[in-house]
Each structure stands twice: as structure tokens, then as C-alpha cells.
């Protein structure tokens, strides 16, 4: 692309931060950068018209781990690394509250609670021998025990008669939270260019040289959001693409149900949103194809959504499915996120799993400070 001497003056000349990504990671990044350094020139790219990735796809659950995904993390990682990741999912959404305040993220405490299919006793069993271990674990983080039994209030069937619920456990509203940091980054006067895609970079030591899809520039520091799709820009780093399906009824009159719900050892998640159900998941069902950065539904996985919603969810209830999308998600072989230098000017903030809502604000804090380290 030719660029007229306007546009490359204004965008693309002496550009001091350059961020890969306008997920909520990426976002945070550049709002702490330009708040650290507030004459600094701050450059968002973007590869889709809107942000294209998990972060504006998916369903809003402020969530810090519920008790069966705890008790399986226990297993795979150290009581240090739980508890230390825990602490940051609290400490993030604190962060991501107070940047943009509750009203405009649409927060709201109803508890997240988790349900037991009656076909899987052995998990009902273990996550109520484990709650109180857990408990005792996690107090210091919250001030209070996070945990606690509450009743099958709201008439789903083919589940145990206790929940055990997250007490603080939140939902907020997702396309208000990333309009809310969209509209701040850019009164912040960071520039965020969209249908931008990066195809590589090359660190001189003294600057970063970029290419994208349209033109090419210099950065003084790249810093790379991109989650599920960051393979492709860190070679060296084992982060693998989970795509998430999910889908959404029309409003259901006099819906009762209030709250975000981990199903099946969180595969499902479903929760209200403005009087409709919003429910995702279904990835163990075919781990395979959904190891996937392209967008898109199958029927096996959006067949079993809707038998839930039949059979578990809203047995009494006559819905409609109203719409359907995927997300992409970055995961690997550890459960914490990467954020580390890459090269002398490049750092990345990337494979946020499931937990992005909540812990994504604080690793954008994290990745903007790792210039400083
Ligand atoms: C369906 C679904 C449901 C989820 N539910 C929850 C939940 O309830 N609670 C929770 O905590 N987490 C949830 N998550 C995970 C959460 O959404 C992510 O952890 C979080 O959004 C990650 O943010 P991010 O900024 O790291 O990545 P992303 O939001 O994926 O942002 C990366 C951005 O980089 C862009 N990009 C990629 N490559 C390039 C390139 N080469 N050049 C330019 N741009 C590029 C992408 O287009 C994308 O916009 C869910 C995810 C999905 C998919």
C-alpha cells in the first residue's frame, strides 16, 4: 500500500509502543503504556474489523476457578501456583473494575455456582470432600470462605440437589466491557488501526521493523496480545488454539434463572443475559477439531447445547436458539499465562485459557511493565 505522507506522519512515524492485538490483553497493555509514558505514541493493530479473537466472543463469567476446576488444577500444578493464580483472577478483575467502573462493564454479583450431573457421583462426592481443604486455601484471598452448598433453586433437572457455589463469583456484560476500553484507549489518544493483520516483526536491538498485511514501519517495542493465534508470531512458544462454541436463546419470559453455571467439570458454562440463557462449551466432546484457529460451528457440539438446554437447563421452558458463534482461545501444557520478553524490544502476553475475563486486565498491566524489568 502507498501511504500518503499524511498517514504515515501521523500513524505510523516514530511510533514508540506497537500492540498486536485488540483483545482485552492488548488493551490494557496500551492504556497502562500511555498512562506510564503519556507522551508516548501508542499503536493498537488490529487484524479484524472488530477484535477478532476470545475477548469480544466470550460469555462474561468474572470467574476465579470453580471448585472441581481447582481440585483438577491441584492435581496438575503446585498449592503455590493455584493459589498465586487465583490470587491474580481477583486481583485483575479488581483492576478492570476500578479502570472503567461497574456501570460500564455491566458487573454484577449473583454467585457462580457449579452443578453435578447425578451420572457423575464420584465428582459430586470429590468436589464436597474437597470444598473445605479448598476453602481454607483460598480465605486469604477472598476474606472469607469462597465456597459454600447452596440448593438447586432454580428447577434445573438431572443434577444433585446442591450446587456448590462461588459466592463471589460475577458476570458482566461483554460488548460493554471492550466498548468501554475501546472508547478509553482511544480518548487516551492511543491509535488503533483495525483490518491490520502482522505478519511479522524483526528486532533490530534498536528498533522493531513490523510488516503487516497493508505497510510496513518501525517500533521502538512490540508487544505481541494475539492468544490463540500467537503461534504464529512466537514460534518458540507452545500455545495451542481452543475454539470455543457458544450460543444464545431469545428472551424466555419471567426467566428466573440468575447467575453464571459450570457444568460437567466446566465443558459447560451457561449464564442469564437481558432475560435470555447464553450457553457455551462442548469442547471435550471433540478436543480435535477444536484445537482450531478458524471460526465456526459443528453440529455435534451445538446438537449437545441444545439437548442441555432441553433436558438440564430449562426443562419446563419452550426457548428458541437465537444465535451462535465461536471464539478462539490460547492454551497449552500450563495452566498460567506467558508473559516474557521475546527479544531485546518484543514482549508477549499470551494463552489466557478460560480465564481471560477476569485475569486479562493485570496481564496487560504485567506485559507493559516487563519494559521497565
Ligand atoms: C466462547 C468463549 C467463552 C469464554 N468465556 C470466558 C468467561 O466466561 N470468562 C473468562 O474469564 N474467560 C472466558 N473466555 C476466555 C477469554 O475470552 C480470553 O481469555 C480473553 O478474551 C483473552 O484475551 P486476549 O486479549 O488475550 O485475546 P483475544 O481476545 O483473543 O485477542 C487477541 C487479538 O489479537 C488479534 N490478532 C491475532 N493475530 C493477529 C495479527 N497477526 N495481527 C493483528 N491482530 C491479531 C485477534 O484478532 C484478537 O482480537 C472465553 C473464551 C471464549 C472463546
Redesign the pocket.
Known sequence: MNLSYWEYKTWLFNVDFTV???????LNCALHLKEKYPHSKVLV????TL?????????????FGSISEILDDLDKHSEEEIVALVQKRWEGIQLLRQLLGDDAIGFQNHGGHELFLKDNKALYEGCLDGMDKLNRLLKPIFGEEPFLKTKNLFGFEGIFDDYVTHQFEGQLDTGKLMDSLLQKALRQGIHILNA????GFSDSGGSVAVETSSFSFKSKKVFV?????AA??LKKETILPAR???LVTKPIKNLKIKGTFHLDEGYY?FRNIDDRILL?GGRNLDFKTEETTEFGQTELIQNKLEELLRVVILPDEKFEVDGRW?????VGNQKSPIIKPISNNVYC??R?????????SL?GKELADLIDS
Not at 477484535?51 to 470467574?63: E, L
Open positions: 498486536i492485538g485488540s483483545g482485552i490483553v492488548g493493530l488490529e487484524r479484524g477484535p477478532q479473537g476470545a475477548s469480544t466472543k466470550n460469555a462474561g463469567f468474572a470467574c491490520v493483520e502482522v505478519v496480545a494475539t492468544n490463540g493465534f504464529k508470531l470455543a462454541q457458544v458454562y457455551g465461536s471464539g478462539i482461545m490460547g502476553g499470551v489466557l485459557g478460560g480465564m481471560g475475563v477476569a485475569l486479562g496481564i
